[in-house]
């Protein structure tokens, strides 16, 4: 949310020279819709987009020279916006995640057909309580330690569960998001259209030690040129949400500075 690493990013960005927008995913934060803390890989692509028309509108912004920075989840967001919406001339993801891919196939593409099916028709069932309910059910708190947890899992809670990232209206601060929210992730590939930024450029951006890091090497190795991937020596996946010596600003400065040129 804009609290946290989005707000980081659009600040020091724009101590750097730009016009910057953070915002909350609609149905999340301060943004509206109803039931809260849905997330859908449509509506937030979508929300991309709802910020380029916002940015659009102020008279100080050219609208030929508007970029997007998309992190973790909204990193995949950021691309598919980019590859359908023309206006958006170039594209930042940091410590990107697919999250089709992910709730789709799981880590590592490990989910088996059984699994899937077996998870689908979970979902399936609990669509059924929720509206005999007349209201959705949600997920248990994340980022809740109880011990042996994965390192990721660690740094996860390291981020979202102490003052260092913890907001209050957070899903992944203690909120959660809705038990079905998983659905329509598991129906589409969100980088199926990622060539199609071409020949506007694409910057991706993850840490060494990063647990995701294989997402933004396969989405490099699917983008068409102009590309780059920059890895961040001994970053983990968080160290990228907050971590001002880990995230490369003068890097995504002079990214956007070539790429969105002033006007002849």
């Known amino acids: 949310m804009k609290e946290q690493s989005s707000g980081l990013y659009a600040q020091t960005m724009a101590e750097h020279g730009f016009v910057t927008l953070a915002f909350d995913p609609s149905y999340t934060g301060e943004s509206s819709g109803l039931p809260r803390n849905v997330a859908s890989p449509d509506i937030n692509v979508e929300d991309f987009s709802a910020a380029v028309d916002c940015l659009g509108l102020l008279p ?18 950021a691309l598919s916006a980019a590859a359908v919406d023309k206006r958006i001339k170039a594209v930042v ?21 059984e699994q899937r099916t077996r998870a689908l028709e979970q979902l399936g069932q609990q669509r059924w309580k929720d509206v005999e309910a007349g209201q959705p059910a949600y997920q248990p708190p994340y980022n809740e330690l109880h ?5 990721f899992l660690v740094e996860y809670h390291d981020y979202y569960r102490t003052p260092r990232g913890f907001h ?12 079905t929210t998983p659905l329509p992730f598991m129906n589409l590939p969100i980088l199926a259209h ?17 647990h995701s890091r294989y997402f933004s090497e396969t989405a490099y190795a699917a983008a068409a040129e102009p590309k780059e991937l920059m890895i961040i020596p001994g970053a983990v996946h968080t160290d990228l949400y907050d ?22």
């Open 194 to 210: 990622i060539k199609e930024i071409s020949p506007r450029p694409i910057l991706l951006v993850h840490g060494e030690k990063a």
């Open 60 to 77: 100080e912004v050219d609208r030929e020279r508007i970029g997007i920075i998309g992190i973790c989840g909204w990193g995949g967001m």
């Open 147 to 151: 011990g042996g947890e994965a390192p």
């Open 93 to 113: 993801a940091s410590t990107m995640y697919d999250m089709t891919r992910v709730m789709s196939k799981g880590y590592n593409d490990s989910m088996t057909l």
């Open 243 to 264: 971590r001002t010596d880990a995230i490369p600003f003068n890097t995504l400065t002079a990214f956007f500075q070539k790429n969105l040129p002033a006007s002849a």
């Open 168 to 179: 209050p209206r957070a899903v992944n601060s203690g909120n959660a998001w809705t038990i």
